[in-house]
């Protein structure tokens, strides 16, 4: 039983392209959350997302971030005209339901803006 | 919005210590999680906790859920080199986490 999968696992972006990371939930879960980890610090919420819905957005930044978890395919988050301050862990989990359980991370994926 | 702090934010111990990290949060929780992540690696799942004075254990490792709902606790006895990580405790709101700012834990054998 596959876990959740993210790619890439390390990504190298020049100022003020874009970057595209993609979640494959774990089989059978239908709820995606995406947080992001600076060094040494813990993770922020960014995103939450259903099927074809976001259901919370609260912690992404207003500007150039954007989530999407379409019907067919993997969850994406998308990060348009990257700047140095973008480098982070981005990590994507899943869970089963919305009622506050165990929530299972892929491997993150190391973004680097140079 | 809810605010989950945690101390110490280092703790370097010699194998065979204990260890013990502190978590607090701004607000009642409904419920507690708490996370291991190994350097260089992702966060993994240890336990969650929901009930007013709830304890743990998961072999070494006891987790206690305050009276209150607001502050909670991981404790390691007889640390070994295989505990090294950060340790995060995550608040759960309708489905988001709000994480502490982990405690990272180095063991020197």
């Known amino acids: 039983n596959a876990g959740v999968m993210q790619n890439p696992r390390h990504l190298v972006r020049r100022r003020g392209q874009e970057a595209r990371l993609r979640c494959s939930p774990m089989?059978?879960?239908?709820?995606v959350y995406w947080y992001r980890q600076l060094p040494e610090e813990g993770l922020k919420f960014m995103v939450y997302?259903?099927?074809?819905?976001?259901?919370?957005e609260s912690g992404m930044p207003k500007e150039r971030f954007s989530a999407e978890f379409p019907k067919e395919g993997p969850s994406i988050l998308r990060i348009q005209q990257v700047v140095r301050g973008d480098s982070a862990a981005y990590f994507c989990?899943?869970?089963?339901?919305?009622?506050?359980?165990?929530?299972?991370f892929g491997p993150g994926t190391r973004l680097t803006v140079t | 919005g809810q605010q989950v702090m945690q101390i110490p934010q280092y703790q370097h111990v010699q194998e065979g210590e204990d260890f013990t990290t502190y978590c607090n949060s701004s607000t009642t929780l409904s419920n507690i999680q708490w996370y291991k992540q190994r350097p260089g690696g992702h966060p993994v799942f240890l336990i969650q906790?929901?009930?007013?004075?709830e304890v743990k254990k998961q072999k070494r490792l006891t987790f206690q859920f305050g009276e209150a709902k607001k502050n909670s606790s991981l404790h390691i006895t007889a640390t070994q080199t295989t505990d090294v990580g950060t340790y995060f405790c995550a608040g759960s709101s309708y489905g988001k986490l709000t994480f502490g700012q982990g405690t990272i834990l180095t063991v020197h054998p």
């Open positions: 997302l259903q099927k074809e819905n976001i259901i919370d």
């Open positions: 906790l929901v009930k007013s004075g």
């Open positions: 089989k059978g879960h239908s709820h």
């Open positions: 989990a899943s869970s089963p339901s919305r009622q506050g359980g165990e929530q299972y």
